[in-house]
């Protein structure tokens, strides 16, 4: 890994345009927001980690993801991969197949993000997705130090 920086660098071009998960763990986390602006996710974040490495279940650097999915103006949820249940948190699995794309820049970009992937999914299957959620691939500040802000787009199609 880079000086100064705690997240790998993403490559875009490593995410497929689909992508399979068969009972991928995660845990979960609630964020409060106003209006769809999350106003306590790094603190949300902070304490998930806490609990995911003292309970050994921390993923090694290049398969960690943390998804977002929005649950109205008023709250988001947080799903970080882990590699095994962790007591004392809500323990999700996911399976299903979905579409991927990746965007870039800033996060008050995310609303015409969401329209995009939508509208993708209803291209390639002629339905809405089942759910959206987002994948931030590096920190603000990581952000910053490499100069790019990708985010991914997944898309739930089946």
Known sequence: MEKDVC???????S????????DKLFVKGT????????????????????????GGAEVEAKDWILLSEEAGAWKSYQY??????????ENVK???????????GPYQEAKDWYG??????????????????????TCPKCAKKYGNNYVVGLAKIS
């Open 7 to 13: 997240c790998l660098r993403f490559d875009p071009d």
């Open 94 to 104: 996911m399976s299903g197949t979905f579409l991927t794309q990746v965007f870039e």
């Open 116 to 137: 995009k992937i939508i509208k993708q999914a209803e291209k390639e299957t002629g339905k809405k997705p089942e759910k959206v959620y987002f994948y931030y691939t």
């Open 15 to 22: 995410w497929e345009r689909k992508i399979v998960w068969k």
């Open 80 to 89: 970080m991969a882990v590699n095994k249940e962790v007591e004392g948190m």
């Open 31 to 54: 964020v409060r927001s106003i209006l769809h602006v999350p106003i306590n996710m790094g603190q949300i974040i902070t304490k998930m980690w806490k609990k995911v490495k003292d």
